[in-house]
């Protein structure tokens, strides 16, 4: 039977491949208050520019290809049973090749039913529009948790964590919870990586390394010594 490798992706793996991170040192995201185009109230009071905001990200992502770090994740599946939890909504894990991937934050290429979030659709264009419908007649939405909704996906990764023979932390300032919480539950002995240019405040535990590079640096060295090359 595989070990278990749990890895925690987060918006530092995809800027690599030249998206914006989630927001800029003075809050904005792309010019924009985060509540004015990632919350139920920002949709309620403008949901064309909301609409019009994620088109964008749709448009940019589409334009990028997945990095060293991401191809370098799907080569522990040679050996590992590996689990990724990624905080983003962009497809470069599925398009670099990973089997298992959990979406916390939802998923960029997806739109779902204003009235029933259980009527999901896949996008395979950019374009989400006003007058775009769910089957049941209500305005289509981005399939994004926004800010003030709750993680519906958290538990799983909560009880993927607690499976974890090794947790590997990559391009993520832990501040976002509940995702940053999910160290909490890997098993006190397991190994934990974290890759990041910047070290995060964190927790002292045992079995903790940090490598100090960016993730298509350091995330293939790890992938190596993993697999025993």
């Given amino acids: 039977m595989k070990q278990k490798i749990v890895v925690l992706t987060g918006a530092g793996i995809s ?51 997945p990095n060293a770090a991401h191809k370098a994740l799907v080569d522990l599946e040679q050996k590992y049973d590996v689990q990724i939890i990624t905080q983003n909504v962009d497809d470069l894990h599925e398009r670099a090749g990973s089997s298992n991937i959990l979406h916390l934050h939802g998923k960029l290429f997806e739109s779902r039913s204003t009235k029933d979030e259980n009527l999901i659709y896949p996008m395979t264009g950019w374009e989400l529009n006003l007058g775009d419908l769910c089957e049941r007649g209500s305005q289509l939405r981005p399939n994004i ?12 990764a909560a009880e993927e964590t607690m499976h974890a023979d090794y947790l590997l932390i990559i391009g993520t300032s832990l501040q976002v919870y509940p995702a940053a919480g999910l160290i909490s539950y890997a098993p006190h002995d397991t190994p934990i990586y974290l890759i990041d240019p910047n070290t995060p405040p964190i927790s002292h535990r045992r079995n903790f390394t ?10 293939p060295k790890l992938v190596k010594k993993l697999l025993g090359e």
Avoid at 34 to 61: H, I, T
């Fill in 145 to 156: 948790v926004w800010f003030g909704e709750p993680v519906p996906l958290i538990e799983k």
């Fill in 15 to 65: 800027a690599e491949s030249g998206l914006a991170t989630f927001r800029d040192a003075n809050g904005l995201w792309e010019g924009h208050d985060v509540m004015e185009v990632a919350s139920p109230e920002g949709w309620q009071k403008n949901p064309k520019l909301v609409l019009d905001f994620y088109n964008q990200r749709r448009k940019s992502a589409l334009g990028v290809e």
């Fill in 210 to 219: 940090i490598i100090q590079e960016k993730a298509t640096v350091g995330v």
